[in-house]
């Protein structure tokens, strides 16, 4: 085993065919690549266009593709903004600046259909009513968003006296909201096996609507049917409390008993009280988690960009580099990633 001899002739070979091959080396010598001064939007959401109008204000060329026939995103379907409560409307006005800007392009109902290159030479092909349009560019930006998961399948959600958060922005929109015994349930959907993620939105979003029904309608029997609350923050915490000053009641449950559904009532364990109960309803609002989109998997794949365990996108560090992927030149903004 020990071959001391040896094993010094074989580390001499070693130098001497190391010290050859260093005599037939080139050096290495710096190459210059022109740089595309423009950028690409993926999602035409609000986080895109802020993206782009910073983009474009600094007189880049910008262009954004947008999937829907609007821009816009998530936001049109909305009601009112936490926690300023503004109207949606307000918050959309940046649609005219952006579609008026002489640095910006627009394609709505449009995909990506192909990308190549590398930092500050990538180029793509847009795809927009079956037209192939083939554009340059020096960095891509993913603003894909989320969307809002429909709860099929969930507590007899029927879309009708048994709706989404969604949905209910709907009604609060055009002020039809006639109910008045409204339960809405909690983590619909999340911190269960299939998704063990916290919406961070949920929470927020019930306060919200729940307090405009209860200030349009202080005889309206409101009850949050939560697991947790999650009010991060003073300003958010003020919601919570809020609407116990308006007289909307939190019931508490817990994992392994969840609600159920009757014809007329809502049964519900109160741990606190060790036993069950009943709470009348007219009209039953479930509260989602987003979900990320079901086409990330074929964008991240054609940028070469990972996602994480629930298809959002991944960063390259959650708190050094919380806004750009492993891959550079490409970077994410807005909640296509978690």
Known sequence: MKENEKATEKAKDLIRMGVEKATLLEPLEKSKVEVTPSAVIIGGGI???TAALNL?????ETTIIEKESELGGLVNKLNKI???NEDTS???SII???ENHKNLKIFKSATLEKVDGFIGNFKLVINQNNKLTEINAGIIIVAT????LTPEGYYNYNGKNIISQLELEQILKEDKV???NIAMIQCVGCRNEERKYCSNICCMSALKNATLIKEKDPNCNLTIIFRDIQTLGTRYENYYRRARELGIIFVKYVPDKLPLIKDDY???YNEFMNQNIGLPYDLIVLSTPLIANEDSAILAKMLKVPLEENHFFLEAHVKLRPVDFATDGIFVCGSAHW
């Open 82 to 84: 936490y926690p300023t």
């Open 56 to 60: 474009a204000n600094q007189g880049f």
């Open 145 to 148: 968003g989320a969307v809002p």
């Open 178 to 180: 006639a109910a008045k």
């Open 90 to 92: 307000q918050l959309l």
């Open 96 to 98: 005219d600046i952006v």
């Open 47 to 49: 986080a895109g266009m």
């Open 266 to 268: 809502i049964e519900v």
